[in-house]
């Protein structure tokens, strides 16, 4: 079975340009979470997704970004205008626990950004 | 804010040796998990321990979780290379989808 397939998996942009993150969960799982990791902050949660509907988005560092899910199979990550302190690992993982509970997090291989 | 500390950050030790890696909050968990990642991967679920005082063994790897369900601790016996990676505990509360993860554990097994 294909895992969470996220894409690019490598991006170099310069600062000001518009950067979309984007990830195919694994079928059938209903929760979606967006992750950055850096070597500094670690593994931080930006928004997650229940049911295709954003449940919390208080890790978006600010309006620069915002994420999507269209359907059940899909989510961008989007970054508008990108910066050079956004360079980072994104991780999209999904879930299939309830909504009361956090079970196991499938992630996909990352997308590694870096802004120059 | 939860927070969870993770130590030792880094840690290199010869194969063969046993090791332990702390991760510690004051604040209570519901259940913890712990992961490992490998360069250039995601995050991959080892284990998950839901109940005060749980002990779980997977092959050369005991987690316990803490009486008080706030600290965990990983070890792993007779250390491999295959060990190397970074160990990440992640915690979440009663009633809570999202995890809070620690900084991670960067280890080194040397053959």
């Known amino acids: 079975d294909a895992g969470v397939i996220q894409s690019p998996r490598h991006e170099v942009t310069e600062m000001g340009q518009e950067v979309t993150l984007r990830c195919k969960p694994i079928?059938?799982?209903?929760?979606l979470f967006w992750y950055r990791q850096t070597m500094m902050r670690g593994l931080e949660l930006l928004i997650y997704?229940?049911?295709?509907?954003?449940?919390?988005d208080s890790g978006m560092p600010e309006d620069r970004f915002s994420a999507k899910m269209p359907n059940a199979s899909f989510s961008t990550l989007k970054i508008q205008p990108s910066e050079p302190r956004d360079s980072a690992v994104y991780f999209c993982?999904?879930?299939?626990?309830?909504?009361?509970?956090?079970?196991?997090?499938?992630f996909g291989p990352g997308t590694r950004l870096t802004v120059t | 804010t939860q927070l969870l500390e993770q130590s030792p950050q880094f840690l290199s030790i010869q194969e063969g040796e046993n090791l332990t890696v702390y991760c510690n909050s004051s604040?209570?968990?519901?259940?913890l998990q712990w992961y490992r990642q490998e360069p250039g991967e995601g995050p991959v679920l080892l284990v998950t321990?839901?109940?005060?005082?749980e002990v779980k063994k997977l092959k050369r790897l005991t987690f316990q979780f803490g009486d008080a369900r706030k600290d965990s601790s990983l070890h792993i016996t007779a250390a491999q290379p295959g060990d190397t990676g970074l160990y990440l505990c992640?915690?979440?509360?009663?009633?809570?989808?999202?995890?809070?993860f620690g900084q991670g554990t960067r280890l080194t097994i040397n053959p």
């Open positions: 604040s209570v968990f519901s259940s």
């Open positions: 079928s059938g799982h209903n929760s």
């Open positions: 321990v839901v109940t005060g005082g």
């Open positions: 992640a915690g979440a509360t009663q009633g809570a989808q999202k995890l809070v």
């Open positions: 997704f229940n049911n295709n509907v954003p449940i919390d």
């Open positions: 993982a999904s879930s299939a626990a309830g909504t009361m509970a956090a079970g196991e997090q499938y």
